[in-house]
């Protein structure tokens, strides 16, 4: 088991930047590729994009590419999100996730941290 804890979230303006963290605790956060995703109200839940377990490879949704970008510390088992460049349609709560074997519908989820983006 992985309990996954998000936080950095809050209110920031259109042009902003923001860096979430997922802390982990249970297992160590580098047996697991590890996702970001988020869901805006109304919405279903969006990938964002995933690191590989050493953070060699990085895949980006393409409506965040360019401006945010995953990494990782496996020292300190914490996963991040550096936001720049931050939009009204980036509003939304921002989950972090680690990937099982089969796959991300069985992945370990973390509560979510709301971000919000203001104009």
């Known amino acids: 088991q992985v309990q996954l804890v998000e936080s950095g979230g809050g209110l920031v303006q259109a042009g902003g930047s923001l860096r979430l963290s997922c802390a982990a605790s249970g297992r160590t956060l580098s047996r697991y590729a590890m996702g970001w995703f988020r869901q805006a109200p109304g919405k279903e839940r969006e990938f964002i994009g995933r690191i590989s377990w050493s953070g060699g490879s990085t895949y980006y949704a393409d409506s965040v590419k360019g401006r945010f970008t995953i990494s990782r510390d496996n020292a300190k088992n914490t996963l991040y999100l550096q936001m720049n460049s931050l939009k009204p349609e980036d509003t939304a709560v921002y989950y972090c996730?680690?990937?099982?074997?089969?796959?991300?519908?069985?992945?370990?989820w973390g509560q979510g941290t709301q971000v919000t983006v203001s104009s």
């Open positions: 996730a680690a990937q099982t074997s089969t796959g991300w519908g069985d992945a370990y």
